[in-house]
């Protein structure tokens, strides 16, 4: 990082880096003239603490919308063990970091939205304006959180939070476009000419949607199905509404981008991840649902047959062939797994939410932590 930052005399200042905080951060961290292996060791630590505040906020979250213990037990479960969030942030990536501040602002916001304390439009600033430093791109995240300020709010608070949000946007974007136009004599980040410049975008979307798929068939259409059926019942909605836009707002923006350049670890990319948080508080509250409702649960069982059956056709589409290999036998482990759920949840009464948590940790994980 500290190579990223400073230039050698005479060459020319390049921006080498993607993410500015966290740069600055590992930068801090060399600066402490520690040996090698305790610096790797520090940054995991970093990591490790990133990821149980994530947690500690996704706790938050649910309870402030009284969802059942178990549900909370579950989110906090998937989220902590989720192998794509804990790979990414523990081999020294910002994208712990991101999660993290994305889940802290949200719990933010939705307390501001019942009780209107100003000291929560604080929070919400900062934690707006670090993830705009983390990264570029994850203004992405940060316009579901404008919407959800416009649509839940009235009157002053509604005009306070949108024009604080917007501010925060806007000045920090600036400010640090400004910066880099300056100093690197550019107004976009080096890695935008490397990853996006002179790729047609209809060829970002083949390769990106082929990731997406893949993303599906690894397991990670279960995690969404159960987070669809929360939309079955009223409360809460515009909560709902913005997790699930902070999940479809990153994996658009993976979409679009093309996708990452480690697909083949069968894990949330770096765009995708940091709203792993949200999904798996929108599927605990899905979780509750259908553990309300033997009628929902048989909808979830049908989902899982039917893409039980399209994962044995997906890997020779088209569209997914060059990203998943159609000799990968552990889908027929995935398929056992998701038909047995499916059988379990015809039953005429409700299924236990903790079977239901089982089936999320091992559909997005279970494999991954195996292999490792």
């Not at 993290?100 to 000291?119: I, K």
């Not at 920090?172 to 136009?181: C, D, I, Q, V, Y």
């Not at 069982?301 to 552990?330: E, K, N, R, W, Y």
């Amino acid at each position: 990082p500290c190579l990223a930052v400073f230039r050698s005399p005479g060459e020319p200042r390049v921006e080498g880096y993607t993410t500015l905080l966290w740069t600055l951060w590992m930068a801090l961290v060399h600066l402490l003239s520690l040996p090698e292996l305790w610096i790797a060791l520090a940054v995991i630590a970093t990591g490790v603490a990133l990821l149980a505040g994530t947690g500690r906020q996704v706790v938050a979250l649910l309870r402030h919308v009284r969802a059942s213990h178990a549900a909370v037990a579950i989110a906090l479960a998937t989220t902590l063990w989720c192998y794509g969030l804990a790979y990414w942030t523990l081999r020294g990536m910002e994208v712990g970091l991101l999660a993290c501040l994305l889940a802290t602002g949200t719990v933010w916001l939705v307390r501001f939205a019942d009780d209107g304390r100003p000291r929560a439009l604080g929070w919400i600033a900062m934690c707006a304006g670090a993830a705009l430093l983390t990264r570029t791109d994850a203004v992405v995240f940060v316009v579901p959180w404008i919407a959800f300020a416009a649509l839940s709010l009235r009157g002053r608070r509604r005009l306070l939070a949108c024009g604080v949000l917007v501010a925060t946007v806007v000045v920090t974007l600036g400010a640090h476009t400004l910066f880099r136009w300056a100093y690197y004599g550019d107004p976009l980040p080096n890695t935008y000419y490397l990853k996006l410049g002179g790729i047609p975008l209809a060829s970002r979307l083949v390769r990106g949607l082929a990731a997406a798929f893949h993303l599906l068939q690894v397991g990670w259409f279960v995690p969404l199905a159960v987070a669809g059926i929360a939309f079955a019942r009223p409360e809460n909605r515009l909560l709902k509404l913005l997790l699930a836009a902070q999940v479809l707002a990153g994996l658009a923006y993976s979409i679009y981008v093309g996708g990452d350049a480690w697909e083949q670890f069968d894990i949330p990319n770096r765009y995708i991840s940091p709203a792993v948080p949200a999904l798996f508080a929108l599927a605990a509250l899905g979780i509750d649902v259908i553990a309300r409702s033997a009628a929902l649960a048989r909808v979830l069982a049908l989902a899982l047959v039917i893409f039980a059956g399209l994962q044995l056709v997906m890997p020779f589409l088209p569209a997914t062939s060059q990203t998943v290999p159609a000799g990968d036998g552990t889908i027929h482990l995935r398929i056992v797994v998701e038909v047995g759920f499916a059988l379990h949840l015809v039953r005429r009464q409700p299924p236990a939410r903790w079977l239901i948590g089982v089936l999320l940790l091992l559909a997005t994980s279970g494999e991954r932590w195996v292999d490792w």
